[in-house]
């Protein structure tokens, strides 16, 4: 079991441009999460997905995000017309059932120029 | 509101020297508490959760609804022991972990 896989490692995109990152969850997981974590802080909650169902996005800012976990493929979480403040550390975590342990991927690190 | 404060960032240590990687939270509902170690270039891992009561590599962290706290602790800190620790909580529904701002731990020889 490969766990779970994130890419690309790093992304680097221009303002105005559009940041696309996939999450794989661990075989047998059907529960995603996505995480960001700013430079010196810890990491923040973003959005909780099943598939095919955005369960919670509370922590999601509520423009140019969004975030999907299609029937087949990866989920992906969009940010459209990047800014400098996008520049982060954007951690996908998954579990078998909503109530079990977090499994995280290495995370994607976002450099916006 | 759910919040999970860590106040130390940095905490050094000798080789052999007891660890206490501090946490508390806050939070209205039962609590569910967890504690992350990410090593040098790996990811983040689970290294304990208090429902668990295990110990992980000489890690043990008790539930303290009184004081609010889940305290990271290691009798006899080792250089492997160096890494980036997290404090998380976990919420009612399942869905939704706070994590703290997270302590370095340096171990010296």
């Known amino acids: 079991n490969a766990g779970v896989m994130q890419n690309p490692r790093h992304l680097v995109r221009r303002r105005g441009q559009e940041a696309r990152l996939r999450c794989s969850p661990m075989?047998?997981?059907?529960?995603v999460y996505w995480y960001r974590q700013l430079p010196e802080e810890g990491l923040k909650f973003m959005v909780y997905?099943?598939?095919?169902?955005?369960?919670?996005e509370s922590g999601m800012p509520k423009e140019r995000f969004s975030a999907e976990f299609p029937k087949e493929g990866p989920s992906i979480l969009r940010i459209q017309q990047v800014v400098r403040g996008d520049s982060a550390a954007y951690f996908c975590?998954?579990?078998?059932?909503?109530?079990?342990?977090?499994?995280f991927g290495d995370g994607t690190r976002l450099s916006i120029l | 509101a759910q919040r999970v404060t860590q106040p130390e960032k940095l905490l050094s240590v000798f080789k052999g020297a007891p660890v206490e990687l501090k946490c508390n939270y806050s939070?209205?509902?039962?609590?569910?508490l967890f504690w992350y170690v990410q090593y040098s270039r790996q990811r983040l891992q689970l290294l304990l959760r208090?429902?668990s009561r295990e110990s992980i590599k000489g890690f043990t962290a008790d539930l303290n609804k009184g004081e609010t706290s889940f305290h990271l602790k290691k009798p006899f800190a080792q250089e492997e022991d160096s890494a980036m620790y997290y404090c998380?909580?976990?919420?009612?529904?399942?869905?939704?972990?706070?994590f703290g701002g997270g302590t370095r731990l340096m171990v010296k020889p």
């Open positions: 975590a998954s579990s078998p059932e909503g109530d079990q342990p977090q499994h």
């Open positions: 075989k047998g997981h059907s529960h």
């Open positions: 997905l099943q598939k095919e169902n955005i369960i919670d």
């Open positions: 939070y209205s509902g039962s609590p569910e």
């Open positions: 208090h429902i």
């Open positions: 998380a909580l976990l919420n009612n529904a399942g869905n939704m972990l706070t």
